[in-house]
């Protein structure tokens, strides 16, 4: 099944999914399925009328919409509307709030991306899952579209393992980082 993608390349849009709690209820809907205003709540210790405001908005600007699926009518149930958001930097960091909400989303990102090594690094893993996760950083040099052709074919490689979906008892769901930057000179 092809992934979905939202594309994020405009303030307004930017503005929406910036709040730390808006991303954190995107993921889990992503990650864990459906849910509803009061169980987002639950989860992430907030009430449900503020789970609610934070879904309306998300589902305003089209990161979520209601699941086919609604077992009450007291209450809805909500879906993540595409399985990956991708930041067009470009447009974005034409003015000064674009700037500022481009940071505090990828900050929220790098939160994401430090909860799962805190994960890694505390969980109970056989030898075997030790061999085979950790991570890798590679410094190459290349241009701007050099940097797209790379990140294609790597999505390409990723899109085809993602299909497997292995039924193995033994298989987990693996959080897998892919980041292009700029390399510190620090």
């Keep these: 099944m092809a992934r979905t993608l939202k594309i994020v390349d ?5 503005r929406a999914i910036a709040h730390p709690l808006r991303m954190k ?21 907030e009430s449900s009328g503020s789970t609610s405001y934070h879904l309306r908005q998300l589902e305003r600007f089209g990161f979520v919409v209601e699941d086919d699926e609604q077992p009450s009518r007291r209450e809805r149930r909500w879906r993540a509307a595409h399985d990956m958001t991708s930041f067009r930097t470009a447009s974005l ?18 939160d994401y991306l430090m909860g799962n090594i805190d994960a890694y690094l505390t969980q109970e893993l056989s030898g075997e899952w030790r061999a085979s996760l950790g991570a890798s950083d590679y410094l190459v040099r290349l241009n701007s579209d050099e940097v797209n ?11 085809r393992y993602r299909g ?4 193995s008892p033994d298989a987990k769901t693996i959080a ?9 000179e620090s």
């Design 10 to 14: 405009d303030v307004d849009s930017l």
């Design 164 to 167: 497997l979906q292995s039924e």
């Design 93 to 110: 960091y034409e003015d000064d709030t674009g700037r500022e909400l481009l940071g505090v989303a990828m900050r929220q990102v790098i």
């Design 176 to 184: 897998l980082h892919l980041l292009a930057l700029p390399r510190s």
């Design 25 to 45: 209820m995107l993921g889990a809907l992503r990650a864990d399925g459906p849910a509803t205003a009061s169980t987002l709540g639950r989860r992430f210790g």
């Design 149 to 159: 052709a790379l990140r294609e074919e790597l999505s390409a490689v990723i899109e």
